[in-house]
């Protein structure tokens, strides 16, 4: 190849990759300067005893805070907009844009070009309060930390969820694609599912809990419970569990792997663990 037709090849080269980079920048521009928005703050001071929340777009962050009264901190623009109303006792966040009318950059695409807060809905409530949630987004992360009450459900249809140091009755976790990670969780009755995506367990205490993927790992780690049940189509299962192995009917299950574990059937508690296609390491710690 002479030196004529590698100048031609690489200008050309160069010419397609400044084209590219000149369009995703007036893209970007574009999407910018719709997506402009702001931060605003509501001050609940009703009683309430459950928080409902739906958004169609964004990242949720429910914590405990040093306050009397549940804040709600919350990013609008074009694609997340939000009416925030009280009723008998239940505090309701919904989001006012159709889902059918959000351009489909608009959930793929997170241009932050300020300082705001990676969050777009933050709610804050008193180290008192106590009450029921039900948390959903369809395209965003959902994060519980340090809070308590009757029951916990989280849903997205993609994203991740985090729940960390939360005590309830029962616990859902439900996301499509996107890992699911729990520390320091105390409930009677928990389900985590994920099509696609990691289920991870550190330092939890269970009645019963079930944790189920299709394509993902599980891994569980210094844990109790009572029935236990893991589940996943494509990948290991390992962990360590607190309490004897003496103490668990055991059926562990592999079509294409290996496992550690024996199965038995003369413990008090229950431990399923199967995977289509993955290894089973799973160890009794006291």
Known sequence: MNANKIVLITSVILVIFGSILIALSIGMMSLSDNAQGQIQTRTITETINKIDVTANIGDIRIIRDNTDVITVTYYEDSANQYYISTVN??????STIPDKTVKWYDRYIN??????????????????????FNICSKYGDIEAENIAGGYINTETDCGDIELIKCEFTNITGLTNYGDIKTNNLIADNTTLNTDCGDIELTECGFSNITCSTKFGDIEANHFSGNTVTLKTDCGDIEGTIIGNEADYSINAETNLGDKNVQNTSNGSKILEAKTDLGDIDIKFIN
């Open 89 to 94: 006792e239940i505090l309701l966040i919904n």
């Open 111 to 132: 241009l932050n070009f300020g300082t705001r807060d990676k969050y777009d809905i933050i709610i804050k409530i008193p180290r008192t309060q106590y009450a029921d």
